[in-house]
């Protein structure tokens, strides 16, 4: 059975840090990019952050470029998600998500972990 299970999350006042963690198991994730997507209330979730695993490529949304930093740690089977220089407008629930190479669905989220930025 695949999961993806983050953890993390919580309440950190404007421009502080959070890492948050995606560890997956139950399968291979070689061939998949894994992918970060968040979705504050009363909006649609958007993507964030991504890395292929099999050569660590990483793919970053423009709202967190040069703040937030992707990264992965093969023994472990996880995906991290180090957020720096926080902002309110940061605040919502974080999902992990992997996608098999080259489809553009994901096939598999986790149960998301919750961000709070105070102002």
């Known amino acids: 059975q695949v999961q993806l299970v983050e953890s993390g999350g919580g309440l950190v006042q404007a421009g502080g840090s959070l890492r948050l963690s995606c560890a997956a198991s139950?399968?291979?994730?070689?061939?998949?990019?894994m992918g970060w997507f968040r979705q504050a209330p009363g909006k649609e979730r958007e993507f964030v952050a991504a890395?292929?695993?099999?050569?660590?490529?990483?793919y970053y949304a423009d709202s967190v470029k040069g703040r937030f930093t992707i990264s992965r740690r093969n023994a472990k089977n996880t995906v991290y998600l180090q957020m720096n220089s926080l902002k309110p407008e940061d605040t919502a629930v974080y999902y992990c998500?992997?996608?098999?190479?080259?489809?553009?669905?994901?096939?598999?989220w986790g149960q998301g972990t919750q961000v709070t930025v105070s102002s």
């Open positions: 139950g399968r291979s994730f070689v061939s998949y990019v």
């Open positions: 998500a992997a996608r098999l190479v080259p489809t553009k669905v994901c096939d598999y």
């Open positions: 890395i292929n695993w099999s050569d660590g490529t990483t």
